[in-house]
């Protein structure tokens, strides 16, 4: 582990040409075809025009040019004007709530990403858990341009969220949002400081595509559950920051993308606020995070269908493990879970999903299904990581 006990941080020096963008792996890389945003060394410049990065990739590698976006003059019609309108008053308000979470390395800057300020009189900015690596302090840009020294009171690498706290004042707090009310198509808006571009937050605009998708890692302790899918574009550097609907609520903390075998595929995944609301508001209390446990082994229950298909209509009950809530509540081997706190569970990894809401020692509502007939318990969670 590196020492980060170096106070105050040395920042780096004002530049006229800044160098190259760098991406960095993060530190716990997911696998797959997912990649988490990461971050990128500050660097690349912004003109209208063309954009041209030099991506270095690791430091052996020889510099390969591309280009990676093209600036278009919008004709704004009574068509998309209020699309237009949203996108601008949700900026002017967001903003101010996004920084820059810088990683040091002794007074070399190494990589930074994104953060949110969800609490402005204490100074907590969310960020996600690979941004910050193992640092204990890192360095926070405000949108205008203010620097301080953050300290990482905790992380959750499960949900791959952290907190890090601020002295500063006037601080602009985001106003929390739901994903609940949400459905597929509405406006989705991404604001975070992508491949390190100095000048403020970037503000990009999409949809939500979809709900409590699994992103997959390379291990199945790195997979990520209950994901918001969205279109809204976002890329290395972007990691920690916010995901907010057409009212800059946030809904939720942009975290990785859909990379393809010719790259990003344009489509992002960001952790839903109640699963962060949960998480941080336990690493603030304690330092760190625990997750509600049923203690069970179960899988995907189908259901034949009458035109000869089938459909998955919750989770099977295969084994429980000792001392499981699950079975000091009464459920048993051969039940079917059908709802959690009133929610719908048609599949192991929705199951999952649901859980991720709630901490050890929560009590909840769980309905099975047992030989035909519904069957509601109570029961409190166990603590997965004690499992």
Same mark, same amino acid.
């Given at each position: 582990?590196?020492?980060?006990?170096?106070?105050?941080?040395?920042?780096?020096?004002?530049?006229?040409?800044?160098?190259?963008?760098?991406?960095?792996?993060?530190?716990?890389?997911?696998?797959?075809?997912?990649?988490?945003?990461?971050?990128?060394?500050?660097?690349?410049?912004?003109?209208?025009?063309?954009?041209?990065?030099?991506?270095?990739?690791?430091?052996?590698?020889?510099?390969?040019?591309?280009?990676?976006?093209?600036?278009?003059?919008?004709?704004?019609?009574?068509?998309?004007?209020?699309?237009?309108?949203?996108?601008?008053?949700?900026?002017?308000?967001?903003?101010?709530?996004?920084?820059?979470?810088?990683?040091?390395?002794?007074?070399?800057?190494?990589?930074?990403?994104?953060?949110?300020?969800?609490?402005?009189?204490?100074?907590?900015?969310?960020?996600?858990?690979?941004?910050?690596?193992?640092?204990? $302090? +890192? @360095?926070? #840009?405000? =949108?205008?341009? /203010?620097?301080? *020294? %953050?300290?990482?009171?905790?992380? !959750?690498?499960?949900?791959?969220?952290?907190?890090?706290?601020?002295?500063?004042?006037?601080?602009?707090?985001?106003?929390?949002?739901?994903?609940?009310?949400?459905?597929?198509?509405?406006?989705?808006?991404?604001?975070?400081?992508?491949?390190?571009?100095?000048?403020?937050?970037?503000? $990009? +605009? @999409?949809? #939500?595509? =979809?709900?409590? /998708?699994?992103? *997959? %890692?390379?291990?199945?302790?790195? !997979?990520?559950?209950?994901?918001?899918?969205?279109?809204?574009?976002?890329?290395?550097?972007?990691?920690?920051?916010?995901?907010?609907?057409?009212?800059?609520?946030?809904?939720?903390?942009?975290?990785?993308?859909?990379?393809?075998?010719?790259?990003?595929?344009?489509?992002?995944?960001? $952790?839903?606020?109640? #699963?962060?609301?949960?998480?941080?508001?336990?690493?603030?209390?304690?330092?760190?995070?625990?997750?509600?446990?049923?203690?069970?082994?179960?899988?995907?229950?189908?259901?034949?269908?009458?035109?000869?298909?089938?459909?998955?209509?919750?989770?099977?009950?295969?084994?429980?493990?000792?001392?499981?809530?699950?079975?000091?509540?009464?459920?048993?081997?051969?039940?079917?879970? $059908?709802?959690?706190?009133?929610?719908?569970?048609?599949?192991?990894?929705?199951?999952?999903?649901?859980?991720?809401?709630?901490?050890?020692?929560?009590?909840?509502?769980?309905?099975?299904?047992?030989?035909?007939?519904?069957?509601?318990?109570?029961?409190?969670?166990?603590?997965?990581?004690?499992?």
């Amino acid at each position: 582990m590196r020492d980060h006990q170096r106070l105050p941080i040395t920042w780096p020096e004002p530049i006229e040409t800044l160098p190259p963008t760098q991406a960095l792996p993060p530190s716990k890389p997911r696998g797959g075809w997912l990649l988490p945003l990461g971050a990128g060394v500050l660097g690349a410049s912004l003109a209208m025009g063309t954009v041209l990065v030099t991506d270095l990739g690791r430091s052996s590698d020889p510099p390969v040019e591309r280009i990676t976006e093209i600036v278009r003059t919008e004709i704004v019609t009574p068509e998309n004007i209020s699309a237009s309108s949203t996108a601008a008053a949700v900026a002017l308000r967001v903003v101010p709530s996004v920084v820059t979470v810088e990683v040091f390395d002794g007074p070399a800057l190494t990589s930074s990403g994104s953060g949110v300020i969800v609490d402005a009189e204490e100074g907590y900015v969310v960020t996600n858990e690979h941004v910050i690596d193992d640092s204990t $302090t +890192v @360095g926070i #840009v405000l =949108a205008d341009g /203010r620097r301080y *020294e %953050g300290e990482v009171l905790g992380r !959750d690498a499960l949900t791959d969220l952290a907190v890090v706290r601020i002295d500063a004042d006037a601080l602009v707090e985001i106003e929390r949002g739901s994903t609940d009310g949400l459905a597929v198509g509405d406006v989705a808006i991404a604001i975070g400081n992508p491949l390190g571009l100095r000048g403020g937050p970037t503000v $990009t +605009v @999409g949809v #939500v595509s =979809a709900f409590d /998708r699994l992103v *997959e %890692g390379s291990t199945a302790e790195q !997979d990520l559950y209950g994901m918001v899918q969205t279109d809204a574009p976002f890329t290395s550097g972007s990691s920690g920051g916010a995901l907010v609907d057409s009212l800059g609520r946030l809904i939720g903390i942009t975290t990785a993308v859909g990379v393809g075998e010719l790259g990003p595929e344009g489509l992002g995944f960001a $952790t839903p606020v109640e #699963v962060m609301n949960r998480v941080t508001a336990e690493i603030i209390a304690t330092g760190s995070s625990g997750h509600g446990f049923l203690g069970i082994l179960g899988t995907t229950q189908l259901a034949a269908q009458p035109d000869g298909g089938q459909a998955p209509i919750g989770v099977l009950v295969s084994e429980l493990l000792e001392g499981s809530s699950a079975g000091i509540s009464g459920i048993e081997a051969g039940d079917v879970i $059908t709802t959690v706190d009133g929610r719908l569970v048609t599949t192991m990894e929705g199951l999952v999903s649901k859980l991720r809401r709630f901490g050890p020692g929560d009590s909840v509502d769980v309905e099975v299904q047992r030989d035909g007939s519904p069957l509601r318990v109570r029961l409190e969670l166990g603590d997965r990581i004690n499992q």
